[in-house]
C-alpha cells in the first residue's frame, strides 16, 4: 500500500507540477497558480490517507495580507498549508529546494520567495521582496522561522527574518501551529501512514510600533511560546 500511494503521490506531483510550471509562465500575476495549489493540494491528502481539523480558522480574515508564521515538522505540511491556508499566500523557502526537478521549478515561477540562508546580504532581498509581495500585491506571506524540519519533539530556534518582515511592513502575525504530520513519512522503514492533522490558525499579533532589533526579539519569543504552547497542547490530545 505504501509504494501504491508513493506512486501516485509522483504521479500526481508530476502532472501539478508542470501545469503550476505552466501557469507560473503565462500568468504572472498567480492567480491561475492559486487556484492550481490549493485544487490539487487535496487529492495529495486524500491519496496519502491524511485527515485535516482546521481549528481558528475566524482568525483569519479574507483577502486581508498577514505574515503567517508556521512551525515545520514533515513534507506533508506543505500540502496541508496550502490547501487549508484560507488566505492565497506565499512561501519563503530555501534555495536549496529550487533545484528540485518539476517542483522545484514551478517554485521559482510561482509566487514564492527563494531565500539563501547562509549569504546575508541575498536574504536581505528576500525579505525586500516579500515586503514587496505584502505591500504592493496585497498577498500574505508564508514562513517557517525555524529554517528546517525538526526531527524532535521540540521546535527548532527562531530565527528573526519573519519578525523582522512583519516590523518594516506593520502587518499582524498569525501563529500557524501544524500537529500530526511528524509521522505521516518514514524513512525507516519506508512508510507513508496515513493520520489526522490538527490545523490552528490563532489570533493575529500586531506588529506596528516594533522600532528596533530588541523588540522584533521579543515578538519573535512571543510568537514561539504560542506555538509551542499549541503543540503540546495538541500533541497531549492524542495528535502530534
Known sequence: MTYLKLILLLVHTIIVSTLALLAGLLDRSHKIYFI????????????????????????????????????????????????FVPNDFSFVF?????????????????????????????????????????????ISVLLFPEGTRSKTDEMLPFKRGAFHLAAQ??????????????????????????????LNFDKPISADNINSRKEELELMQKVRDIISENYKELSSAGNA
Not at 115 to 137: F, G, H, T, Y
Not at 169 to 195: A, D, E, H
Open 36 to 83: 492550481l495549489t490549493k485544487v490539487f493540494s487535496a487529492p495529495v491528502l486524500a491519496m496519502a490517507g491524511i485527515k485535516v481539523k482546521i481549528t481558528g480558522k475566524e482568525n483569519v480574515i479574507p483577502k486581508t495580507p498577514y505574515v503567517f508564521v508556521s512551525n515545520h515538522r514533515s513534507l506533508f505540511d506543505i500540502p496541508v498549508l496550502q490547501r
Open 94 to 138: 530555501k534555495k536549496e529546494i529550487a533545484w528540485v526537478p518539476l517542483f522545484g521549478w514551478q517554485m521559482q515561477l510561482g509566487p514564492h520567495i527563494i531565500v539563501d540562508r547562509k549569504n546575508p546580504e541575498k536574504a536581505m532581498k528576500s525579505i525586500e521582496k516579500a515586503k514587496k509581495m505584502l505591500v504592493q500585491r496585497k
Open 169 to 198: 511592513v506593520g502587518f499582524p502575525i498569525i501563529p500557524v501551529t501544524v500537529s500530526g504530520t511528524k509521522n505521516l513519512f518514514q524513512k525507516k522503514p519506508f512508510r507513508i501512514n496515513s493520520g489526522k492533522v490538527t
